[in-house]
């Protein structure tokens, strides 16, 4: 089991930026964006169901959009009107059967 996260990178306040998560063997049923800020606790992004449900952080909604897949075995984070305080390393998720699956990480930069 694999999550391979990419996209993140250095980007100006108000830019936007696509973050990806290929899953290998497999996409999960349920995936997610988390993200830990220096200092700061992991915190959920976004979540996404089989179905293309999805839920977001209180501090993301209408900014953030998360999107599966399935045929790629990856999810996207499409992230817009990016503010500094979302700079983190953001961590791709997936779970099932109880039990949870972390990918590496990418770092996103949001400079003021």
């Known amino acids: 089991v694999q999550l391979q996260a990419s996209g993140g990178g250095m980007v100006q306040a108000g830019g936007s930026l696509r973050l990806s998560c290929a899953a290998s063997?497999?996409?999960?049923?349920?995936m997610a964006w988390y993200r830990q800020a220096p200092g700061k606790q992991r915190e959920l992004v976004a979540a996404?169901?089989?179905?293309?449900?999805?839920k977001y952080g209180d501090s993301v909604k209408g900014r953030f959009t998360m999107s599966r897949d399935n045929a790629k075995n990856t999810v996207y984070l499409q992230m817009n009107s990016l503010k500094p305080e979302d700079t983190a390393v953001y961590y791709c998720?997936?779970?099932?059967?109880?039990?949870?699956?972390w990918g590496q990480g990418t770092l996103v930069t949001v400079s003021s």
């Open positions: 998720n997936g779970e099932d059967y109880g039990i949870s699956y």
């Open positions: 063997p497999s996409i999960f049923n349920a």
């Open positions: 996404i169901t089989s179905g293309g449900l999805t």
